[in-house]
């Protein structure tokens, strides 16, 4: 068999070539995925672990009782929360609850040593702490592909497929309660679908409570469906609902029957120190006014 | 010689691997176009004059618009409705079918909610999005692109404006 030098260097560069590409393949289907494991447990685990962590909270400070959004006047909702400190005893069902509603995935090994968990509820000093959904969100404002954008129902919103992952509004947030999804939970089976309604976050994707926006919409969408006007009446946050104590309530701010309203009527009104001047929606209520 | 037989397994090699990345990705979509008995909308629809959400029910107050079993063909269809020389056909198609013929997946991604109820309360024609009978007996699915979805929103497809804001649709 004889072969010139040039011929040689072809077949050889080809082959270099080749297995250059082959080192490149996405290797997803050779490598299989641990096994998606749906075990609640898991997840217990890793509130649990979460919950030992000691995050400072920082100070409450007393604000003024949240009314309409300036950047949506005509609207007649503004969705919010109230967390009864003074009835909260910091056992964190309510974080089991976000968990199994919003579907959110758990981190591996190496994230859980840095304390980076994916639960939109953290436990601070031994307070809820969850995205606070400001009237004035600095998050927005930074968002480079308007990803983190302002609902008209008073909510700070989140629009995954928009996401490109530059962390601007998590570097921004005063409260530090923004989740990036720094591992592909799904690759690595750390996710599981507990609930259809939500869909998964990918890797590289900011994430944060939502204040089951799920929920509002159907609600809305039964609604004018219906034909009747839309307060809200009725709707929960998985949260709300799990709190053994009722120390969270959920409602609509803009209605004076909501039982958030009633809830908050004549109680001290707080929020963190960082984004008191924000206008947030989730607030604290800590004795009487 | 022996570089073509490389070069041709090399090339084997990667015409697999694609192959393999399209047959085992796994999206929120799925097409299955999976008809046991062939329907004809047209006559149903237009000859009979049935409601859509007749068969289709939920279009008209649900979130989703859903298809019908076995059991809601045979509500009508338990006797012979004509003389027609395919009923024989029919009956005996009607007897091996399951009990859900049809298997749809929607093609709407996880992250976007589409009511019907609320389009059919604000006067949209299921024919807006899902074409004409006869598109829809040839075998063509909605497929709405959000620039369409927005487009009629705004206004611009002689509607009435509706929401446009991101979470309105997105969660």
């Not at chain 1, 409602?251 to 958030?260: H, Y």
């Amino acid at each position: 068999m004889d072969q010139s030098r040039r011929d040689f260097l072809k077949v050889a560069s080809l082959v270099l070539g080749g297995l250059a590409l082959w080192g490149c393949r996405r290797n997803k289907n050779f490598s299989p995925a641990p096994k998606a494991s749906s075990d609640i447990s898991l997840w217990k685990f890793e509130i649990k672990q979460a919950m030992r962590r000691n995050i400072p909270l920082g100070d409450l400070v007393p604000i003024k009782i949240p009314g309409p959004l300036p950047k949506f006047p005509k609207e007649i909702n503004r969705f919010g929360m109230a967390i009864d400190l003074d009835i909260c005893n910091g056992c964190g069902e309510c974080i089991l609850a976000c968990v199994l509603e919003n579907n959110i995935s758990r981190v591996n090994d190496c994230e859980a040593q840095k304390g980076r968990f994916m639960h939109w509820i953290e436990m601070r000093e031994g307070v809820p702490v969850m995205c606070s959904h400001c009237g004035d969100a600095p998050c927005e404002k930074v968002c480079p592909t308007g990803a983190a954008v302002a609902s008209p129902d008073g909510m700070s919103a989140m629009i995954y497929p928009r996401c490109i992952g530059s962390r601007y509004c998590g570097a921004n947030c005063p409260s530090k309660t923004r989740k990036f999804n720094y591992t592909d939970a799904r690759a690595e089976g750390l996710s599981a679908k507990f609930n259809p309604e939500v869909p998964l976050r990918n890797r590289g994707v900011m994430e944060k409570c939502s204040l089951c926006v799920q929920r509002l919409q159907n609600d809305r969408l039964l609604a004018k469906t219906l034909g009747k006007e839309w307060r809200g009446m009725g709707v929960q946050s998985a949260c709300a609902m799990a709190c053994p104590k009722k120390a969270i309530v959920f409602g609509n701010w803009l209605d004076s029957e909501s039982p958030l309203s009633q809830a908050v009527r004549g109680r001290g009104i707080y929020t963190l120190k960082s984004i008191q001047g924000l206008d947030p929606s989730v607030v604290y209520l800590v004795g009487r006014a | 010689m022996k570089g073509t037989l490389l070069l041709c397994f090399l090339g084997c090699f990667g015409i697999a691997l694609i192959a393999a990345d399209l047959f085992f990705s796994t999206g929120d979509v799925i097409a299955s176009k999976n008809k046991t008995i062939a329907f004809s909308h047209e006559l149903h629809g237009a000859n009979i004059g049935l409601d859509c959400t007749h068969c289709h029910t939920g279009a008209r107050l649900g979130y989703k618009a859903h298809f019908p079993s076995k059991q809601d063909c045979l509500d009508c269809h338990r006797l012979p409705l004509t003389d027609s020389a395919g009923i024989p056909k029919l009956d005996s198609a009607l007897q091996v079918a399951k009990a859900m013929p049809w298997q749809t997946e929607s093609r709407v991604p996880a992250h976007v909610i589409f009511h019907h109820g609320v389009h059919a309360k604000a006067n949209i024609s299921c024919e807006t999005c899902h074409g004409s009978i006869a598109e829809i007996d040839r075998g063509k699915r909605a497929s709405v692109k959000m620039g369409e979805c927005l487009a009629c929103h705004r206004g611009e497809k002689g509607f009435a404006p509706a929401a446009t804001d991101c979470a309105r649709c997105h969660r």
